[in-house]
T-cell receptor, first 113, second 114 residues
Framework: KAGVTQTPRYLIKTRGQQVTLSCSPISGHRSVSWYQQTPGQGLQFLFEYFSETQRNKGNFPGRFSGRQFSNSRSEMNVSTLELGDSALYLC????????????FGPGTRLTVL | ELKVEQNPLFLSMQEEKNYTIYCNYSTTSDRLYWYRQDPGKSLESLFVLLSNGAVKQEGRLMASLDTKARLSTLHITAAVHDLSATYFCAVDIVTTSGTYKYIFGTGTRLKVLA
């Protein structure tokens, strides 16, 4: 099976812009979770989608949003980018929602200038 | 506040030595996971520990779980350079709405010196 794929792999934006990241889960996986990884804060949970519904949400401002499509692919959007949004954004998929091993994609490295 | 803490945060060890990474969590959890992350890469699943007393081994790594103490350990036997990476533990917890949520530990950066 193909693994989790994320596009783009690298992205450079300027403050105030918005960005959309994409994640395609492993075939058959219906849950997609998003994480932000930074050297200072570590791995922080953003949100989880299962069957096109947001199941859980982390403690991030409303500028961070996401959605999931009927084919389980997911997108994450960040509006009004700030310098502090520079991070590695990881997407993970699992067959079910919660209580299961997550399979991570390669990540999208976002740099905000 | 829910916390998943690992120690040490940084570990520099000689090849062929043994060492243990500890993962403490502050609330009841059904499962505990260990992941590995190589520099610049994504996370790779190592172990899933399902119940109290569970022990899993793969090569030079062995993980165990004590749910009563809310403690998991990742033991490294006769370390080799290839084990240099950052190791994360994670727990999944039941939220107030009845769904599960993954919480990652702080990570332990391991460097094995030749």
């Amino acid at each position: 099976k193909a693994g989790v794929t994320q596009t783009p792999r690298y992205l450079i934006k300027t403050r105030g812009q918005q960005v959309t990241l994409s994640c395609s889960p492993i075939s058959g996986h219906r849950s997609v979770s998003w994480y932000q990884q930074t050297p200072g804060q570590g791995l922080q949970f953003l949100f989880e989608y299962f069957s096109e519904t947001q199941r859980n949400k982390g403690n991030f401002p409303g500028r961070f949003s996401g959605r999931q499509f009927s084919n389980s692919r997911s997108e994450m959007n960040v509006s009004t980018l700030e310098l502090g949004d520079s991070a590695l954004y990881l997407c993970a998929s699992s067959p079910t929602s919660g209580s299961d091993t997550q399979y991570f994609g390669p990540g999208t490295r976002l740099t905000v200038l | 506040e829910l916390k998943v803490e690992q120690n040490p945060l940084f570990l520099s060890m000689q090849e062929e030595k043994n060492y243990t990474i500890y993962c403490n969590y502050s609330t009841t959890s059904d499962r505990l996971y260990w992941y590995r992350q190589d520099p610049g890469k994504s996370l790779e699943s190592l172990f899933v520990l399902l119940s109290n007393g569970a022990v899993k081994q793969e090569g030079r790594l062995m993980a165990s779980l004590d749910t009563k103490a809310r403690l998991s350990t990742l033991h490294i036997t006769a370390a080799v350079h290839d084990l240099s990476a950052t190791y994360f533990c994670a727990v999944d917890i039941v939220t107030t709405s009845g769904t599960y949520k993954y919480i990652f530990g702080t990570g332990t950066r391991l460097k094995v010196l030749a």
